[in-house]
């Protein structure tokens, strides 16, 4: 049972162009989402995150969006560039018990084509 | 500043044998998560510690244990390997270790290798 999904395996855009990476979840109690990037090689780097009340997170070219009735949150990326491509996780976490246990979805390859 | 740092970065190991990997956190950050990823999938959690306590475990046989140390550093064990432990393991930090949102930062993981 998948409580995060990101449904894009792969996603390429044009460098100075927006990138949109999707995320649905199912799991109501999830109150923080959180994006991370990965290069090969290398662990998860946390880009950014927003909590459940809120529904918009900016940090420079980054921007996650969150609809709570829809289950859904997107990262945008304006403007891509080359050095962002890599993999894309989404991760949420909710009060369940008392571990911030994170919940990853199964990732969005990222290519910029300058 | 530190990252998280992780040894080893790389491991082969044969089935049945047992294996110890080694985290150690960001200075000041008192939460360690142990987190498995293989090919293709998010990482998936293992364990979260927090001030030596185990405060979370995911859904992983009794194989797996950890433990916390005074300087918050941390160990995963795994016993009896079998070949589908083989795995990327990420190491995650964080300043808090529940009731506040803060970002887990992760290590460059211990890739190991069950032959």
């Known amino acids: 049972d998948q409580q995060v999904k990101q449904n894009s395996p792969s996603l390429s855009v044009q460098e100075g162009r927006i990138s949109i990476l999707n995320c649905d979840y199912t799991?109501?109690?999830?109150?923080?989402f959180l994006w991370y990037k990965k290069y090969p090689a290398e662990g998860p780097t946390f880009l950014i995150s927003i909590s459940s009340i809120k529904d918009k997170n900016e940090d420079g070219r980054f921007t996650v969006f969150l609809n709570k009735s829809a289950k859904h949150l997107s990262l945008h990326i304006v403007p891509s560039q080359p050095g962002d491509s890599a993999v894309y996780f989404c991760a949420a976490s909710g009060v369940g018990g008392s571990a911030r246990q994170l919940t990853f979805g199964s990732g969005t390859q990222l290519t910029v084509l300058p | 500043d530190a990252g998280v740092t992780q040894s080893p970065t790389h491991l082969i190991k044969t089935r049945g044998q047992h294996v110890t990997l080694r985290c150690s956190p960001i200075?000041?950050?008192?939460?360690v998560s142990w987190y498995q990823q293989v090919l293709g999938q998010g990482p998936q959690f293992i364990f979260q510690?927090?001030?030596?306590?185990?405060?979370g475990r995911g859904n992983f046989p009794d194989r797996f244990s950890a433990r916390q140390f005074p300087n918050y550093s941390s160990e995963l064990n795994v016993n009896a390997l079998l070949l589908g432990d083989s795995a990327l393991y990420l190491c995650a930090s964080s300043l808090a270790g529940q009731g506040t949102n803060q970002p887990q930062h992760f290590g460059d993981g211990t890739r190991l290798s069950i032959l």
């Open positions: 510690y927090y001030e030596k306590e185990e405060r």
């Open positions: 200075s000041g950050h008192k939460s």
């Open positions: 799991n109501s109690m999830f109150d923080y």
